[in-house]
Structures are given as structure tokens and as C-alpha cells.
């Protein structure tokens, strides 16, 4: 039976793989790190491992690892306020939406006051 700190954990596993394909469809993700998720993928996937499969336990742990690395590093690479942007839309049940500008929250607030002369 699992514990109730084991639940927790496999939630919030389930909320970053959801996250995670969220930020694969998001045009202002760069495809770099688009790329890193999909070559996570691809390790897990392809029957090349470090750690072979057939061992039991530790051939899948190598997989988790790897998968849960990238998108470690994906989130933390990503401008806090895009990646806020998701995962509200997820807490709040909102179907899939890009972020429809960029969001970058060191530029938050921050108004230019400008005006355009023609000659």
C-alpha cells in the first residue's frame, strides 16, 4: 500500500509530465529544449539504455532519471513567468492555450512611452 507521501510524489510526476507536453506545443519554447524533451523521449523509447532494461528495477529507473532530468532542466531554463503561465492553466483545468505574448517577468510592468513622428 502506498503511503500518503508516495501519493504526493506521483502527482506531482503526473503534473510535470503534463507541464512538460504543455511546453512541447508552446510556440515560445525553443526548439533546443523542445529537443532535449523529445531526446528524453527517445531514451526511453529506443532499446539503447545504460542501464539495460531486463535488469529489473534499476533498467527502468535509468529511464525516469533521464526523463525527469530533462524536464527539470527545461522548466528551469524557461522564463518563470511562462512556465507560471502553464502550470495556473493546468491548476485551473484550462484546455491547452499558447501564451499570446511573450511572457518574461524580468520586463514585467516595465510601460514604454513613445511617439511616432512621419516626416
Not at 509530465?17 to 523542445?34: D, G, S, Y
Request: charged fraction near 20%; include cysteine; aromatic fraction near 6%.
Amino acid at each position: 500500500m502506498l503511503g500518503l507521501g508516495k501519493w504526493r510524489l506521483i502527482r506531482r510526476a503526473i503534473a510535470r509530465f503534463r507541464l512538460a507536453a504543455r511546453l512541447l506545443r508552446e510556440p515560445q519554447v525553443p526548439m533546443m529544449l523542445k529537443g532535449l524533451l523529445a531526446a528524453a523521449a527517445c531514451y526511453v523509447i529506443l532499446p539503447f539504455d545504460v542501464l539495460p532494461d531486463f535488469i529489473p528495477g534499476l533498467g527502468q529507473l535509468d529511464d525516469l532519471l533521464v526523463t525527469v532530468l530533462a524536464i527539470e532542466a527545461v522548466i528551469a531554463l524557461l522564463p518563470p513567468g511562462l512556465v507560471e503561465y502553464h502550470k495556473s492553466s493546468i491548476r485551473n483545468r484550462h484546455a491547452y492555450a499558447p501564451a499570446s505574448a511573450p511572457v518574461d517577468s524580468s520586463h514585467q510592468g516595465t510601460v514604454i512611452d513613445a511617439e511616432w513622428h512621419r516626416r
